[in-house]
């Protein structure tokens, strides 16, 4: 990626750490990311110049249907713990890296199982990026906030989803799990909530696409 280049599309995590991966020792005031599913280019390279070894980002906002997620859950945390604040929102926010306000990596299609990424340095391009990610930070929870709602309804979402999926009726998927009618009623608007969906069949597709089954 030369100099001139303001906008470049490279196909892959790998074509990605080659040719931007540097950036991120060069950033001197803040990294900031949104992560918006359990496949990142993180998870997908954790020791790559993009990955656990990269700096911790300054903030960060994961979607909530992630957190779902123990192990990311706890990846959050880790993150918390080693300086980053972090936060978490409902809504859907396109997978970003932003460096020192100054460059943007824009996470695109996965086609024929290969992602393509989106560098920006485009100076105009990168503010209103920025912009956008002040956006959904100011909207997003705090992540102990978070951990509060969520710390009943974790544990009992894979069992959930697979209930729905089964298509068992209330009554029978309540009982199963050791709940009230109405606690598991709640617990299913709850994860519907969480994975943003509008029905139950969604419910479990968008669980399915997340790997969450």
């Known amino acids: 990626m030369h100099q001139v280049d303001q906008i470049v599309v490279v196909r892959g995590e790998r074509e990605l750490h080659e040719r931007a991966g540097h950036l991120f020792g060069t950033a001197r005031e803040e990294i900031a990311c949104i992560a918006n599913s359990l496949f990142t280019w993180q998870a997908t390279h954790p020791s790559g110049p993009l990955g656990a070894s990269a700096p911790v980002p300054k903030r960060k906002v994961f979607r909530r249907s992630a957190m779902l997620d123990p192990s990311w859950a706890q990846h959050a945390r880790a993150m918390a713990d080693n300086g980053a604040e972090v936060r978490i929102t409902s809504h859907e926010a396109n997978e970003t890296v932003l460096l020192d306000r100054r460059l943007a990596i824009l996470a695109g299609d996965v086609v024929d199982g290969v992602r393509s990424f989106t560098v920006v340095t485009s100076p105009d391009l990168v503010r209103g990026i920025a912009s956008l990610f002040e956006v959904a930070w100011r909207a997003a929870v705090e992540l102990d906030a978070h951990d509060r709602q969520m710390a009943e309804l974790r544990p009992l979402a894979p069992r959930i989803i697979s209930a729905l999926n089964a298509g068992w009726k209330d009554e029978t998927a309540a009982r ?38």
């Not at 994860?191 to 089954?213: C, I, N, P, Y």
């Open 176 to 213: 199963a799990l050791g709940l009230s009618l109405r606690t598991y009623r709640r617990r299913v608007a709850e994860l519907m909530e969480a994975l943003g969906a509008t029905s139950r069949f969604q419910a479990g597709a968008r669980a399915k696409d997340l790997g969450l089954v």
